[in-house]
Protein backbone atom coordinates (compact mmCIF):
# COMPACT_ATOMS: atom_id res chain seq x y z
CA UNK A 1 0.00 0.00 0.00
CA UNK A 2 1.04 3.56 -0.54
CA UNK A 3 2.31 5.50 1.71
CA UNK A 4 -0.25 8.50 2.79
CA UNK A 5 0.47 12.01 3.90
CA UNK A 6 -1.09 11.27 7.64
CA UNK A 7 1.39 8.26 7.60
CA UNK A 8 4.62 10.25 7.09
CA UNK A 9 3.16 13.06 9.50
CA UNK A 10 2.93 10.23 12.47
CA UNK A 11 6.36 9.02 11.81
CA UNK A 12 8.09 12.71 11.52
CA UNK A 13 9.35 14.86 14.38
CA UNK A 14 6.59 17.56 14.09
CA UNK A 15 2.75 16.30 14.74
CA UNK A 16 -0.33 17.27 12.10
CA UNK A 17 -1.50 19.72 14.20
CA UNK A 18 2.69 21.51 14.12
CA UNK A 19 2.18 21.14 10.04
CA UNK A 20 -1.27 22.81 9.81
CA UNK A 21 -0.22 25.10 12.46
CA UNK A 22 2.55 26.56 9.94
CA UNK A 23 0.97 27.08 7.41
CA UNK A 24 -1.86 28.52 8.77
CA UNK A 25 0.30 31.21 10.42
CA UNK A 26 3.12 30.72 8.26
CA UNK A 27 5.44 30.32 11.34
CA UNK A 28 6.12 27.20 13.96
CA UNK A 29 8.09 26.91 17.17
CA UNK A 30 7.86 23.29 16.88
CA UNK A 31 8.38 20.69 20.18
CA UNK A 32 11.36 19.56 18.80
CA UNK A 33 14.69 20.68 19.17
CA UNK A 34 18.14 19.97 18.51
CA UNK A 35 20.01 17.67 20.81
CA UNK A 36 22.27 19.10 23.59
CA UNK A 37 25.23 17.71 22.09
CA UNK A 38 24.11 18.92 18.46
CA UNK A 39 24.03 22.38 20.34
CA UNK A 40 27.15 22.75 21.57
CA UNK A 41 28.43 21.46 18.65
CA UNK A 42 27.27 24.56 16.96
CA UNK A 43 27.84 27.08 19.42
CA UNK A 44 31.68 26.34 18.91
CA UNK A 45 31.59 26.47 15.51
CA UNK A 46 29.66 29.91 15.71
CA UNK A 47 32.48 31.01 17.81
CA UNK A 48 35.32 29.68 15.75
CA UNK A 49 33.31 31.56 12.74
CA UNK A 50 33.14 35.06 14.52
CA UNK A 51 36.79 34.79 15.34
CA UNK A 52 37.93 33.67 11.64
CA UNK A 53 35.45 37.01 9.83
CA UNK A 54 36.85 39.83 11.68
CA UNK A 55 36.36 42.24 9.21
CA UNK A 56 32.60 40.98 8.96
CA UNK A 57 29.93 42.40 11.16
CA UNK A 58 28.73 39.47 12.88
CA UNK A 59 24.74 40.44 12.77
CA UNK A 60 24.93 39.02 9.54
CA UNK A 61 27.42 36.30 7.77
CA UNK A 62 26.56 34.88 4.78
CA UNK A 63 26.75 31.13 3.72
CA UNK A 64 29.46 29.80 6.27
CA UNK A 65 28.62 26.95 5.08
CA UNK A 66 30.42 27.71 1.88
CA UNK A 67 34.18 28.08 2.09
CA UNK A 68 35.59 31.12 1.77
CA UNK A 69 39.91 32.12 1.78
CA UNK A 70 41.42 32.70 4.61
CA UNK A 71 42.30 30.60 8.05
CA UNK A 72 39.57 28.30 9.01
CA UNK A 73 37.54 29.26 5.33
CA UNK A 74 37.59 25.67 4.42
CA UNK A 75 37.45 23.29 7.64
CA UNK A 76 34.37 25.60 9.12
CA UNK A 77 32.34 26.02 6.32
CA UNK A 78 32.71 21.57 6.24
CA UNK A 79 31.51 21.61 9.83
CA UNK A 80 28.34 24.34 9.00
CA UNK A 81 27.73 22.18 5.99
CA UNK A 82 27.50 19.07 8.40
CA UNK A 83 24.68 21.12 10.20
CA UNK A 84 22.52 22.11 7.21
CA UNK A 85 22.30 18.69 5.57
CA UNK A 86 22.00 16.84 9.15
CA UNK A 87 19.15 14.66 8.88
CA UNK A 88 17.34 15.08 11.65
CA UNK A 89 16.78 18.61 9.97
CA UNK A 90 16.10 17.35 6.86
CA UNK A 91 13.24 14.79 8.15
CA UNK A 92 11.76 18.36 9.65
CA UNK A 93 12.09 19.96 6.27
CA UNK A 94 10.66 16.94 4.24
CA UNK A 95 6.93 17.65 6.68
CA UNK A 96 6.48 21.02 5.42
CA UNK A 97 8.18 21.35 1.69
CA UNK A 98 7.87 17.72 0.92
CA UNK A 99 10.98 15.25 0.02
CA UNK A 100 12.35 16.73 -2.61
CA UNK A 101 15.05 19.56 -1.26
CA UNK A 102 17.00 22.15 -1.86
CA UNK A 103 19.67 23.81 0.27
CA UNK A 104 20.64 26.88 -1.39
CA UNK A 105 21.72 29.30 1.59
CA UNK A 106 22.30 29.76 5.28
CA UNK A 107 23.64 32.52 7.69
CA UNK A 108 24.48 33.37 10.78
CA UNK A 109 22.90 36.51 12.85
CA UNK A 110 24.81 37.25 15.51
CA UNK A 111 23.66 40.40 17.36
CA UNK A 112 26.23 41.72 19.71
CA UNK A 113 25.09 42.91 23.41
CA UNK A 114 24.23 46.27 22.82
CA UNK A 115 24.73 47.42 19.66
CA UNK A 116 22.86 44.61 17.50
CA UNK A 117 21.64 45.74 14.47
CA UNK A 118 17.47 46.23 13.75
CA UNK A 119 16.14 43.94 10.85
CA UNK A 120 13.16 46.04 9.01
CA UNK A 121 9.43 44.60 8.76
CA UNK A 122 10.27 42.33 5.28
CA UNK A 123 9.21 39.52 3.36
CA UNK A 124 12.15 37.19 2.45
CA UNK A 125 10.73 36.20 -1.33
CA UNK A 126 10.90 39.99 -2.51
CA UNK A 127 14.69 39.63 -3.29
CA UNK A 128 15.32 36.17 -3.74
CA UNK A 129 15.46 34.33 -7.33
CA UNK A 130 13.42 31.69 -6.67
CA UNK A 131 10.27 31.20 -8.82
CA UNK A 132 7.77 30.47 -7.81
CA UNK A 133 8.54 31.73 -4.40
CA UNK A 134 8.60 28.63 -2.12
CA UNK A 135 11.10 27.97 1.07
CA UNK A 136 11.04 27.41 4.53
CA UNK A 137 13.65 29.19 6.84
CA UNK A 138 14.99 26.69 9.81
CA UNK A 139 16.03 29.48 11.97
CA UNK A 140 17.79 28.11 15.24
CA UNK A 141 18.87 29.75 18.11
CA UNK A 142 21.93 29.60 19.32
CA UNK A 143 21.42 32.18 22.54
CA UNK A 144 18.60 32.04 24.82
CA UNK A 145 16.36 34.82 22.12
CA UNK A 146 13.93 37.45 23.89
CA UNK A 147 12.44 40.48 23.30
CA UNK A 148 15.27 41.89 25.28
CA UNK A 149 17.82 41.09 22.91
CA UNK A 150 15.71 41.71 19.72
CA UNK A 151 14.20 38.40 18.93
CA UNK A 152 12.17 37.64 15.88
CA UNK A 153 8.87 39.37 15.00
CA UNK A 154 6.36 37.58 12.66
CA UNK A 155 2.87 38.92 11.54
CA UNK A 156 1.11 35.70 11.72
CA UNK A 157 -0.78 34.59 8.25
CA UNK A 158 0.59 37.53 6.14
CA UNK A 159 2.40 34.62 4.26
CA UNK A 160 -1.38 34.27 3.00
CA UNK A 161 -1.85 37.84 1.63
CA UNK A 162 0.28 37.83 -1.33
CA UNK A 163 3.43 40.33 -1.65
CA UNK A 164 3.33 43.71 0.27
CA UNK A 165 5.04 46.75 -0.91
CA UNK A 166 8.66 47.69 -0.40
CA UNK A 167 11.02 50.55 -0.60
CA UNK A 168 14.99 50.81 -0.68
CA UNK A 169 16.10 52.46 2.84
CA UNK A 170 19.42 54.38 2.91
CA UNK A 171 19.43 54.25 6.85
CA UNK A 172 23.01 52.34 8.25
CA UNK A 173 21.45 51.28 11.55
CA UNK A 174 19.56 47.90 9.38
CA UNK A 175 21.13 44.58 8.96
CA UNK A 176 18.83 44.65 5.11
CA UNK A 177 17.79 47.85 3.11
CA UNK A 178 14.45 46.44 1.66
CA UNK A 179 12.36 47.80 4.21
CA UNK A 180 8.21 46.77 3.91
CA UNK A 181 6.22 49.95 3.54
CA UNK A 182 2.65 48.79 3.00
CA UNK A 183 -0.16 49.75 4.90
CA UNK A 184 -1.67 46.51 5.54
CA UNK A 185 0.72 46.40 7.86
CA UNK A 186 -0.80 45.38 11.24
CA UNK A 187 1.43 45.24 14.18
CA UNK A 188 -1.22 44.36 16.35
CA UNK A 189 -0.85 41.13 15.26
CA UNK A 190 2.89 40.89 16.12
CA UNK A 191 4.08 37.64 17.61
CA UNK A 192 7.68 37.96 19.31
CA UNK A 193 9.16 34.19 18.69
CA UNK A 194 11.22 33.93 21.74
CA UNK A 195 13.52 30.76 22.56
CA UNK A 196 15.66 29.08 24.41
CA UNK A 197 18.80 28.08 22.56
CA UNK A 198 18.48 24.81 20.73
CA UNK A 199 14.86 25.46 20.01
CA UNK A 200 14.24 26.71 16.19
CA UNK A 201 11.27 28.89 14.63
CA UNK A 202 10.15 27.24 10.97
CA UNK A 203 8.84 30.14 8.23
CA UNK A 204 7.69 30.83 5.59
CA UNK A 205 9.20 32.71 2.59
CA UNK A 206 6.47 34.96 2.57
CA UNK A 207 5.84 35.87 6.15
CA UNK A 208 6.33 39.68 7.29
CA UNK A 209 8.74 39.33 9.51
CA UNK A 210 11.81 41.47 11.04
CA UNK A 211 13.61 42.14 14.72
CA UNK A 212 14.52 45.02 16.48
CA UNK A 213 17.74 46.28 18.00
CA UNK A 214 19.62 44.32 20.21
CA UNK A 215 19.79 47.20 23.02
CA UNK A 216 20.73 44.07 26.14
CA UNK A 217 23.55 43.31 27.59
CA UNK A 218 23.73 39.70 26.17
CA UNK A 219 24.43 38.80 22.65
CA UNK A 220 20.96 37.24 20.40
CA UNK A 221 22.64 34.63 17.98
CA UNK A 222 21.21 32.80 15.45
CA UNK A 223 21.68 30.29 12.80
CA UNK A 224 18.92 30.30 9.39
CA UNK A 225 18.89 27.79 6.99
CA UNK A 226 16.97 28.04 3.78
CA UNK A 227 15.75 25.05 1.56
CA UNK A 228 13.40 24.80 -1.14
CA UNK A 229 11.59 22.17 -2.61
CA UNK A 230 13.16 21.06 -5.93
CA UNK A 231 10.09 21.76 -7.83
CA UNK A 232 11.29 25.60 -7.41
CA UNK A 233 13.74 27.22 -9.95
CA UNK A 234 16.50 28.79 -7.99
CA UNK A 235 16.93 31.53 -11.50
CA UNK A 236 20.54 32.31 -11.93
CA UNK A 237 19.05 34.91 -14.24
CA UNK A 238 17.06 36.99 -11.99
CA UNK A 239 18.62 40.27 -10.93
CA UNK A 240 17.90 40.65 -7.62
CA UNK A 241 18.66 43.49 -4.92
CA UNK A 242 18.24 43.97 -1.27
CA UNK A 243 22.02 43.98 -0.28
CA UNK A 244 23.07 46.95 1.74
CA UNK A 245 26.63 47.34 3.49
CA UNK A 246 25.97 45.58 6.46
CA UNK A 247 24.81 42.13 4.45
CA UNK A 248 25.91 42.23 1.03
CA UNK A 249 23.40 39.59 -0.87
CA UNK A 250 25.06 38.10 -4.00
CA UNK A 251 22.84 35.15 -5.80
CA UNK A 252 24.36 34.64 -8.97
CA UNK A 253 27.16 32.63 -8.41
CA UNK A 254 26.42 30.59 -4.92
CA UNK A 255 26.52 26.95 -5.18
CA UNK A 256 23.10 25.00 -4.25
CA UNK A 257 22.77 21.29 -3.40
CA UNK A 258 20.21 19.16 -3.72
CA UNK A 259 20.01 17.35 -0.17
CA UNK A 260 17.11 15.01 -0.82
CA UNK A 261 15.10 13.44 -3.55
CA UNK A 262 15.16 14.61 -7.09
CA UNK A 263 15.35 17.70 -8.69
CA UNK A 264 11.63 17.66 -10.05
CA UNK A 265 12.02 21.41 -11.78
CA UNK A 266 14.74 19.86 -14.22
CA UNK A 267 16.35 23.66 -14.70
CA UNK A 268 18.53 24.06 -11.36
CA UNK A 269 22.30 24.48 -11.49
CA UNK A 270 23.90 22.17 -9.03
CA UNK A 271 27.53 22.93 -10.45
CA UNK A 272 28.21 26.55 -10.24
CA UNK A 273 30.11 27.71 -7.50
CA UNK A 274 30.93 24.05 -6.13
CA UNK A 275 34.71 24.88 -6.28
CA UNK A 276 36.06 23.16 -3.19
CA UNK A 277 33.89 19.94 -2.46
Same mark, same amino acid.
Given at each position: +??????????? =??? %????????????? &??????? %???? &???M??? &??????????????????????????????????????????? &????????? =?? /?????? !?????????????????????Y?????????????????V?? /???? +?????? %???? =??? !???????????????????????????N???????????????????L???S??????????????????????? +????S?????????R?I?????????????????????
Amino acid at each position: +MATTLSSAVRR =GPL %SAEEIARYHDDGQ &LTPAWRL %SDAL &LVRMQAA &LERLVEARPNVRPDFIALPHVPWDGPGGVDIAREFFEFVTHPD &LLDLVEQVI =GP /DIVLWA !SAVFCKPAGTGLEVPWHQDGQYWPIRPRATVTAWIALDDVGV /DNGC +MRVIPG %SHRR =GEF !SHEVSDREDLVLNNVLNDPRLDLAALRNVELEAGQLSLHHVDIVHGSLPNTSGRRRAGFAIRYMPAAAHYDRGIA +MGGASATAPVEFKERPIWLVRGVDRCGQNDFSVGHTHW
